[in-house]
T-cell receptor, first 114, second 117 residues
Framework: ETGVTQSPTHLIKTRGQQVTLRCSSQSGHNTVSWYQQALGQGPQFIFQYYREEENGRGNFPPRFSGLQFPNYSSELNVNALELDDSALYLC?????????????FGPGTRLTVT | AQSVAQPEDQVNVAEGNPLTVKCTYSVSGNPYLFWYVQYPNRGLQFLLK??????LVKGSYGFEAEFNKSQTSFHLKKPSALVSDSALYFC???????????????FGKGTHLIIQP
């Protein structure tokens, strides 16, 4: 069974640029959630995708957007990067969208905005 | 709105001693509760969850957690700590009634657990 994978591992961008992060779900999982973990903080929920549609969103502006593909992999796109966007971005997959199901996390992408 | 509090930034325990990492939560209705562990430069690893039923939940690596509804707490415990348990631990909550949607988990700020040889 393949776990959740994310790419790239690290990324450095300049303020104002755009970035795309990628996530492959664990085998058999159809729901993907994205989280932002700032240094010294717990992860914060960005949004969740189920059946290729956004299924819930946290307190993040519209410049954070996403996609889910038919194979359940997902992308997180961030436009107009700001310095505060520097963080570890975590992807999590689950077997379904119901809140009782465990979310399994990938290793994350470390984004640095300069 | 839901929230999680982990009142201790760091917990120090001698190897072989019991450990407790504290967590309290606030949520409308009944909660689903989770503990995750994070090692340096790694993602989060699932330890255990409380959904319903027995208030004492057993999880991976000998960890367990006790759900206390009256105190809105879900403390993580282990009878005998190992040096390899040293890591960052996160408590998370999700309301059982998501209103038809399925928003994400709400995490605490994390507690650094340091096990001293």
């Amino acid at each position: 069974e393949t776990g959740v994978t994310q790419s790239p591992t690290h990324l450095i961008k300049t303020r104002g640029q755009q970035v795309t992060l990628r996530c492959s779900s664990q085998s058999g999982h159809n729901t993907v959630s994205w989280y932002q973990q700032a240094l010294g903080q717990g992860p914060q929920f960005i949004f969740q995708y189920y059946r290729e549609e956004e299924n819930g969103r946290g307190n993040f502006p519209p410049r954070f957007s996403g996609l889910q593909f038919p194979n359940y992999s997902s992308e997180l796109n961030v436009n107009a990067l700001e310095l505060d966007d520097s963080a570890l971005y975590l992807c999590a997959s689950s077997i379904a969208r119901a809140p009782l199901y465990v979310q399994y996390f990938g290793p994350g992408t470390r984004l640095t905005v300069t | 709105a839901q929230s999680v509090a982990q009142p201790e930034d760091q917990v120090n325990v001698a190897e072989g001693n019991p450990l407790t990492v504290k967590c309290t939560y606030s949520v409308s209705g009944n909660p689903y509760l989770f503990w995750y562990v994070q090692y340096p430069n790694r993602g989060l690893q699932f330890l255990l969850k409380y959904i319903t039923g027995d208030n004492l939940v057993k999880g991976s690596y000998g960890f367990e957690a006790e759900f206390n509804k009256s105190q809105t707490s879900f403390h993580l415990k282990k009878p005998s700590a190992l040096v390899s348990d040293s890591a960052l631990y996160f408590c998370a909550v999700r309301a059982t009634d998501s209103g038809g949607g399925a928003d994400g988990l709400t995490f605490g700020k994390g507690t650094h657990l340091i096990i001293q040889p």
